[in-house]
């Protein structure tokens, strides 16, 4: 791995906020759009007026036919006091987007997801002046899974390769850079070797600009067994890519914070870089929804500040600004951890 690249400017701001103080995140953007009463028509916009596959649901695109309303959510955000908005962008990738047929947008899609943040962030910066704020370049997971077969019948098949994983993180990090974005956020990682792949992205893309940009790993450890849905533990998780001397490591979604402690714990203990988190607002009840307070959430969550395991808190489903202010105020007197 090339260490030699000169830092964007971005990681130095970054290391500095992560010392001074515990920082915030944003909460669920889905969360947020699910509260606007958006149909088929929204979705598609001008742009994707006569494409021929249904796209309600597709978040991401609302980056390009609704603009307006991510910029709202994003500047909600801000206004509660988050330090870093994620992108929405969370799926944009050629793997993700062939669902929905979509594949040759991704480029455009992640565009104007970066645009759309970093417009809020700049306008936010303007009208507060001597708050910094940042862009963080959300990539998901894909729906794929590199390290299991999504077939019973037939354990050696695989749905997607490394390399086509590569190819394909590749592009939307490039998009995203290109878009403006402060560092990458490679988040919700249920299979470590998806993970692996678009950290080897990065180090591509970032040996080609001539630049590394900050990255923040998240984890998802999928239920009480403390393991990924590939099958590692917290500590074989953290092994596997410490390598890449991320700036921060973390776990975030399928459990709240109660459920998630005791991995926050430990991955606190082990690893020698900053530490994020960001819980579901519990879990979900029978319809799918989240029922956790905005003062429940921030009470343990603030436990852990408290305990000097975090320096960056946000929250991931079920999520909203109430949440993320309620959660600034119960970590607003606890130092960051130390790595």
């Not at 402060?182 to 070797?193: C, I, N, S």
């Not at 040996?207 to 533990?233: C, F, H, N, Y």
């Not at 459990?255 to 082990?270: F, V």
């Amino acid at each position: 791995m090339t260490t030699t690249l000169p830092n964007h400017e971005s990681d130095a701001l970054l290391r500095e906020l992560f010392t001074r103080r515990i920082a915030l995140l944003d909460g669920a953007m889905g969360t947020m759009i699910q509260r606007h009463p958006l149909t088929e028509e929204d979705f598609r916009g001008e742009r994707f007026k006569n494409h021929g596959h249904d796209l309600k649901g597709n978040n991401d695109i609302l980056s390009i036919t609704r603009p307006d309303v991510i910029k709202g959510i994003h500047r909600g955000y801000f206004d509660a006091g988050s330090d870093i908005v994620e992108t929405n962008t969370f799926s944009t990738t050629t793997v993700s987007q062939a669902d929905y047929g979509l594949e040759d947008a991704v480029r455009e899609i992640n565009l104007a997801g970066a645009k759309v943040a970093r417009e809020a962030a700049d306008e936010f910066m303007a009208a507060n002046p001597g708050r910094r704020v940042f862009v963080a370049g959300a990539v998901g997971p894909t729906n794929r899974t590199a390290s299991m077969s999504p077939d019973v019948n037939n354990p050696g098949y695989r749905a997607v390769n490394f390399d086509g994983l590569v190819i394909s993180y590749a592009e939307q990090i490039e998009a995203l850079l290109d878009g403006g974005v402060d560092l990458l956020l490679l988040e919700t990682v249920f299979d470590t070797l998806n993970l692996k792949a678009a950290i080897f992205a990065c180090e591509e893309v970032f040996e080609k600009r001539g630049m590394r940009w900050p990255i923040i790993l998240s984890v998802t450890i999928t239920d009480a067994s403390g393991r990924t849905l590939s099958g590692q533990t917290v500590e074989a998780f953290w092994n596997s890519v410490r390598h890449s001397k991320p700036l921060a490591v973390g776990i975030n979604c399928a459990l709240g914070a109660a459920e998630m402690r005791p991995y926050i714990e430990e991955l606190s203990n082990i690893a020698d870089c900053f530490i994020s988190c960001y819980p579901n607002a519990g879990l979900p009840n029978a319809f799918g929804g989240y029922d956790q307070t905005a003062a429940e959430m921030a009470a343990l969550v603030g436990d852990f500040a408290a305990q000097g395991w975090i320096n960056l808190l946000g929250g991931c489903c079920g999520s909203t600004p109430e949440h993320i202010a309620a959660i600034a105020e119960a970590v607003r007197l606890h130092p960051p951890r130390k790595p």
